[in-house]
């Protein structure tokens, strides 16, 4: 769903990124993409179940829609 903040005419739609693993594999990844400016740590979900055995993080990022 289209943010408040566009303006006529423009859309943005959300973009998930997840990392699926054990905890020290999600946080490895997590904190080398915040040392790479990528996402700030504060910016991804909890930490929550993946499966039976896995865990996993959601980074959503919002990205304009070309028409």
Do not use: C, N, Y
Not at 23 to 37: D, F, K, Y
Not at 40 to 58: A, D, F, Q, Y
């Amino acid at each position: 769903m289209p943010q408040s903040t566009d303006s006529p005419g423009e859309s943005r739609e959300p973009v998930h990124l997840m990392v699926i693993g054990s905890a020290q594999g999600i946080e490895t990844i997590v904190q080398t993409l915040h040392l790479r400016g990528f996402a700030h740590v504060s910016e991804w979900s909890i930490v929550m179940p993946h499966g039976s055995s896995k865990l996993m993080r959601v980074l959503t990022r919002w990205v304009q829609e070309i028409r």
